[in-house]
């Protein structure tokens, strides 16, 4: 779905105003992810993330709808990416973008709770056992939730917004225990984390399996496999 954000110049208030126009949500965090990190620092040092529908840009040095026609910058996202310059100030409408109160800052290092995008009711959950341990197996559930952090696998990228071809880790917050698969594809929490997980994973590597049953009573847990053709899930 197409995502919007709003690109202001931190030196006033009325000029070079910009509607950036994203082909989606994860577009939009993988050009910010070119545009932070590019070698050309007059757009590195200039163009700031405020959240995920505010930049700032300081065109003295930069100016951020220059990054899809600068070399070195972001010009990757120049068929899929277009800045739209608002009315200036005087008596002139302000445009207004649509609210994608939906999408989450997937900052590295956060704590999130992880559910099916076409089931949003529906999370990974990890029960406690009576004595206090967590279990090795990883659930989704209906009814109950844990929180996990979510950080990419470089130790100094504390803080940085994810996007799909990053390797992440995922853990538990309560418990040094990490998302892990199995042989046979289950889900699990180990002390080592599972390798070369992607943050794209969470688009179509992970799959529910049948109802699981307790003491002849339905549950509402079903467990977690890793697969190829498996759901959508997203950060909360």
């Not at 202001?8 to 910010?32: C, G, L, M, Q």
């Not at 200039?46 to 995920?52: D, G, I, L, M, Q």
């Not at 005087?90 to 109160?101: F, H, M």
């Not at 989704?140 to 990419?152: A, H, K, L, Q």
Request: one cysteine or more; glycine letters at 6%.
């Amino acid at each position: 779905m197409v995502h919007y954000a709003y690109v202001k110049n931190i030196n006033d208030n009325s000029t070079y105003r910009y509607v950036i126009t994203f082909a989606d949500y994860a577009i939009a965090d993988e050009w910010w992810r070119a545009v932070s990190t590019s070698s050309v620092v007059s757009f590195s040092d200039s163009v700031r993330r405020v959240n995920s529908q505010f930049y700032t840009h300081d065109v003295r040095q930069a100016n951020a709808a220059n990054s899809l026609t600068t070399t070195g910058v972001a010009t990757q996202f120049l068929g899929k990416v277009f800045f739209t310059l608002m009315n200036d100030l005087g008596g002139r409408g302000l445009s207004i973008i649509p609210s994608s109160s939906g999408c989450m800052d997937n900052i590295s290092g956060k704590s999130f709770f992880i559910r099916s995008k076409a089931s949003p009711y529906e999370y990974w959950y990890c029960p406690l056992s009576s004595n206090g341990n967590t279990p090795n197996s990883v659930y989704v559930s209906r009814t109950e939730r844990t929180r996990f952090r979510v950080s990419i696998s470089d130790k100094d990228s504390a803080g940085m917004v994810m996007i799909g071809s990053d390797d992440i880790v995922i853990t538990l917050t309560t418990v040094d225990l990490s998302v892990h698969v199995t042989d046979n594809s289950q889900v699990m929490l180990s002390n080592a984390p599972r390798l070369g997980l992607k943050f794209s994973d969470l688009l179509n590597k992970f799959a529910v399996g049948p109802t699981l049953c307790m003491d002849n009573q339905s549950s509402d847990m079903r467990q977690l496999f890793y697969a190829d053709d498996g759901e959508e899930w997203e950060l909360a």
